[in-house]
């Protein structure tokens, strides 16, 4: 078979970078399970031989053994950290979240045993893990200890290909010092902490609101150095960022005889925030720097891996859809990797082929493909498979290995969402149709709920049928709500199942990601409901079914009070409670536009509706607030203690604090992707979307339809939204107080009954 030799190839990857150690999962025992790792025998034996005709590459076995110990024997560490979920999940009942982190402690004291032999085999050899976006839309603020917690879950779940772009702008820094620019012509090209993202796409340049302190940028870096041996001792191969080719316009005051194109505008950005100068691959300079990029890295972090993350038209349009151009770029690019590290392997995010469509022509990804001449020297994500595959037209990608990735999520939007069948089983039949296809995973552009439909891929990758959603979904309940003080009634399978079978079955492909709430939207008279795209707001399913699902959760924790302590059900309860809220306000709102409409609107009717729409808001605020992860100051408080201790540390920290602030809000200096990465966040809620709301249903409330002037309501609402960006104002600035239940029981539960809901 062709494809034996694909994933050999990648799969002998392993062979550089796998700390043959297992050291690092009894070091993660320590930190989850302290005085435990004794329970634990771990036995790594490399030489298991991977079965490349099955593309079962990883496989582990887990036996009580004679001495008293959980074995745990596995061909990779990654295998062995794969078991050790397996035994905990299935036997010890207990798992590491996110939001809510690890639950090993709830385990029983005397872990159990396991009764029989229990085998897994991975069904591919890569599991990969991030979106290069998820870096600012999920983890810019985060401190070691969050990153621990991402990493362990990781290991855990399987996946052993992390991006990992944290600090790369040190690496650049470096990098066009050493051709020539001076700090000050360099640190101006930079984005943000919030906004890194797109600056290493080339979609932005520069930095609204003050420049990228050099402070921020040595800081990633010792960060990116504790990420990256954690990952190696977690036998996971990180995939390093390269250079892409887009540099600061000053590059050609040094250069003048660069070869250079001006890069294509993103979005709606000004040209000094856009229009990214890009060096061509073409260019002798592009090989020089390319060559000091992979050689710093290999200088700071050792010879760890062969991946390269490198994209170049992620939602930028070449200069020329020449093909005899396209290709060219690809050559150069491809001739700068190999020559900096003859073993590199580009990886490549394939999104622009979704979200470009109309430029990238068969023709053109096939040309485009094709500068890279040895196909194993590429691999590309496929990045939205569950949705937009795309696959198939390109025949796998013209040969080129490549991944089946669940994307899932825009902007961190936090509706509940999932596609249970697509997800269980795509994957699984592009297997059978594609012999290219080396891995499974995830690409999230926000991590930001919804985790079960994450665990569910990663799972998937260790099975070679449809995993039966049903009883994976029963195992998920088990296990999440093990509490040492709790039991776990009956009513939160139910829900669950209800859940299974309503938010994440979704199988209208129309609306295809995550929805948000309406709520979080500048408010209109129109447009709101039903959005498809990038902004989604549609209901995909029966709103009452969710509520059927609130109930069962609640009546839950009357059944067992014990529940109100357990981080687990708190958190779900909070997030279904937050989906029942977004459905009933988008349901009240279009009543009260219907009203508002209608030749018998009078100003009492239109004001219960009003009232009901700003009930809801007041309501869910406090609700969202009591718990950090749902909290707006958690957000600004962890970007705001990256600033240092030092004099100017409050400049440098309300700079972080409007990053923080912009992000989820305005999103560019005036509002260019407004509300794209919104939120429903305790605090942002009440001071940001109420706020806008009351000015929008004041004015509305004073007009008739023929009356209403848009710009109106434009004006005013862009005057909360101005006003909301600067840091130090306190806006959305709540404590988390902990105290779900009572918040449930003071003004959530009456707050659904006055509204209707329940
Ligand atoms: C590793 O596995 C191979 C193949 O099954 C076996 O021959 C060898 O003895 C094992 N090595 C160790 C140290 O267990
Ligand atoms: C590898 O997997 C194939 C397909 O499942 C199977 O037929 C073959 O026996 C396996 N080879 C080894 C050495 O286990
Ligand atoms: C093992 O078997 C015993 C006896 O049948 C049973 O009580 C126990 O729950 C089992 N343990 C596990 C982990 O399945
Ligand atoms: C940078 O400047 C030094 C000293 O002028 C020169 O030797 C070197 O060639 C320059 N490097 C590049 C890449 O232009
Ligand atoms: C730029 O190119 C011109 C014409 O080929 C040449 O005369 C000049 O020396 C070059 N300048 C630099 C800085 O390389
Ligand atoms: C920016 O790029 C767009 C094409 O995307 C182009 O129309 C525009 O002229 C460019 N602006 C500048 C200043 O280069
Ligand atoms: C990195 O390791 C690989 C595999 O051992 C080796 O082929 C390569 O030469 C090493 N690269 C450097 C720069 O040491
Ligand atoms: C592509 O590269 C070849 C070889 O360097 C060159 O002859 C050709 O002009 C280039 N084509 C374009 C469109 O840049
Ligand atoms: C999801 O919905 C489809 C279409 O209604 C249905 O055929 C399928 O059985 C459902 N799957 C689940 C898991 O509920
Ligand atoms: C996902 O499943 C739905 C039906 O549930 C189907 O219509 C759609 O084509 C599937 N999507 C993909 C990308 O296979
Ligand atoms: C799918 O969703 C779109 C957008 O909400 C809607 O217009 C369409 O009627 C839905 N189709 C089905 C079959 O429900
Ligand atoms: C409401 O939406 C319409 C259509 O998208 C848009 O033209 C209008 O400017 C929006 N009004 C406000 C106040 O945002």
């Avoid at 297992?22 to 030489?47: K, S, V």
């Avoid at 982190?101 to 991030?130: C, E, H, K, M």
């Avoid at 820094?173 to 101006?188: C, G, H, K, W, Y």
Wanted: proline share 4%.
């Amino acid at each position: 078979m062709r494809f034996a030799s694909v994933a050999y190839a990648l799969g002998s990857v392993c062979a550089i970078t796998a700390a043959a150690s297992t050291q690092g999962l009894y070091d993660l025992i320590e930190r989850r399970l302290p005085g435990h790792a004794q329970d634990f025998a771990f036995d790594l034996n490399e030489t298991l031989q991977r079965n490349e005709t099955s593309r079962q590459n990883d496989h582990y076995t887990i036996t009580a053994a004679s001495n008293g110990s959980i074995s745990i024997s596995g061909n990779s560490v990654s295998a062995l950290a794969t078991g050790l979920r397996r035994y905990l999940v299935d036997i010890a009942h207990v798992d590491v979240y996110w939001f809510i982190g690890s639950r090993l402690d709830q385990a029983s004291p005397t872990l159990p045993r396991p009764n029989s032999t229990i085998t897994g085999a991975s069904i591919v050899p890569w599991r990969y893990f991030f979106n290069t976006v998820t870096f600012s839309y999920t983890t810019p603020f985060w401190s070691w200890s969050d990153w621990e917690t991402e990493l362990d879950w990781l290991a855990l779940h399987g996946v052993n290909l992390p991006l990992a772009w944290v600090g790369f702008e040190k690496i650049l820094l470096d990098a066009f010092q050493e051709v020539n620019l001076t700090t000050s012509q360099i640190l101006p090209f930079f984005s943000g902490p919030a906004f890194q993202a797109w600056n290493r796409f080339g979609n932005t340049q520069g930095s609204w609101g003050g420049d990228l302190p050099l402070q921020w940028i040595d800081q990633q870096f010792e960060l990116q150095q504790r990420i990256l041996s954690r990952m190696l001792e977690l036998g996971m191969t990180p995939i390093l960022p390269a250079f892409t080719g887009f540099v600061p316009r000053a590059l050609v005051d040094v250069h003048p005889n660069a070869t250079v194109v001006n890069g294509s505008q993103w979005e709606d950005f000004p040209s000094e925030y856009t229009n990214t100068t890009f060096l061509e691959p073409s260019d002798p300079l592009f090989s020089e720097v390319q060559r000091i990029v992979l050689n710093k890295q290999l200088d700071y972090y050792g010879n760890i891996t062969l991946f390269y993350t490198l994209d170049q038209y992620n939602e930028n349009d070449p200069f020329s859809g020449d093909l005899d151009y396209l290709r060219n770029v690809t050559h150069g690019t491809w001739q700068s990797l190999k020559s900096a590290n003859p073993g590199a392997v580009w990886v490549m995010q394939g999104w622009l082929f979704t979200s470009n469509a109309d430029f990238w022509t068969n023709e053109r990804i096939e040309a485009y493909l094709s500068g890279v001449e040895e196909d194993q020297d590429m691999l590309v994500l496929d990045l939205f498979s569950e949705s937009q595959p795309q696959w198939q037209r390109t025949d796998s990608y013209y040969g080129k290995p490549w991944i089946w990735n669940q994307l899932h999520d825009y902007g961190g939007n936090q509706g509940l969402y999932g596609q249970i069948d697509n997800v269980t089983s795509n994957p699984i039949e592009a297997l059978a149709n594609s012999s290219s296809l080396v891995g499974f995973g995830l690409t999230p552009e926000g991590q930001e709920g919804n985790e079960i439909m994450y665990s569910l891929l990663l799972d998937q990758a260790w099975s070679s049928t449809p995993i039966d959603t049903a009883s994976y979904f029963q195992t998920w309940v088990h296990t999440r709500y093990t509490g040492r003080n709790n039991s776990i009634p009956e009513g939160l399978y139910t829900a669950w199942e209800l859940l299974r079978t309503s938010a994440y079955n979704n199988t209208n492909l129309t609306s295809n990601a995550v929805s948000k709430a309406i709520f979080e939207l500048a408010p209109n008279i129109t447009h709101m409901t039903n959005r498809t795209g990038h902004h989604p707001t549609t209901i995909n399913y029966d709103s009452s079914v969710v509520v059927d699902a609130w109930k069962e959760m609640y009546n839950a924790a009357t059944v067992e009070p014990g529940l109100w302590d357990n981080a687990a059900y708190t958190h779900d309860f909070v997030d279904v409670t937050r989906q029942v809220y977004s459905d009933a306000f988008a349901f009240a709102y279009t009543a009260l536009i219907a009203a508002w409409n209608s030749s018998t609107n009078s100003s009492t009717t239109f004001q219960a509706h009003a009232d009901k729409l700003i009930l809801l808001l007041r309501t869910l605020d406090p609700l969202l607030s009591t718990l950090p992860q749902f909290n707006l100051a958690s957000w600004v408080s962890s970007a705001r203690s990256l600033a240092p201790n030092s004099t100017n540390s409050s400049v440098i920290a309300d700079f972080y604090e409007y990053n923080a602030r912009n992000q989820i809000t305005l999103w560019g200096p005036s509002g260019e992707i407004n509300d794209y990465a919104s939120k429903s966040w305790g605090g942002l809620v009440g001071d940001y979307y109420l706020s806008r709301w009351l000015v929008f249903l004041e004015y509305i409330g004073s007009v008739t339809p023929s009356d209403y002037k848009d710009e109106v309501i434009r004006e005013r609402v862009k005057g909360v939204e101005d006003g909301f960006q600067a840091a130090g104002s306190g806006l959305g600035i709540r404590e988390s107080t902990g105290d779900v239940r009572g918040v449930v029981e003071s003004a959530v539960v009456p707050a659904l009954r006055e509204a209707g809901v329940l």
